[in-house]
């Protein structure tokens, strides 16, 4: 059984930092892209960033100087670094597992709020 488990979510401040971490099982992580989204309310979900099998990283341009994906093969996880949050950074983040069309799964997400 897949599971996709989030945690590290929660209020902070307006200019705090927050980090996500995503725990996988029941899939061969390192063979997985792994990624962050995010849905706000009323909004559709959106990328927030990406870390291939290789390491390779991709960020939505919003949050690339702000967000950090990284991920750890050893330990079948995958992190996102928030940094400078904003209040508009208000959300559900999602953890992805992908590797093609068939093979793809979701978290149930942790909320992250952010107050001005």
């Known amino acids: 059984q897949v599971q996709l488990v989030e945690s590290g979510g929660g209020l902070v401040q307006a200019g705090g930092s927050l980090r996500l971490s995503c725990a996988a099982s029941g899939i061969t992580f390192s063979m997985y892209r792994m990624g962050w989204y995010r849905q706000a309310p009323g909004k559709q979900r959106e990328l927030v960033a990406t870390i291939s099998s290789a390491g390779i990283t991709n960020y939505a341009n919003s949050d690339k100087e702000r967000f950090t994906i990284s991920r750890d093969n050893a330990k079948n996880t995958v992190y996102l670094q928030m940094n400078s949050l904003k209040p508009e950074d208000t959300a559900v983040y999602y953890c992805?597992?992908?590797?093609?069309?068939?093979?793809?799964?979701w978290g149930q997400g942790t909320q992250v709020t952010v107050s001005s």
């Open positions: 992805n597992a992908f590797r093609n069309a068939i093979l793809g799964y």
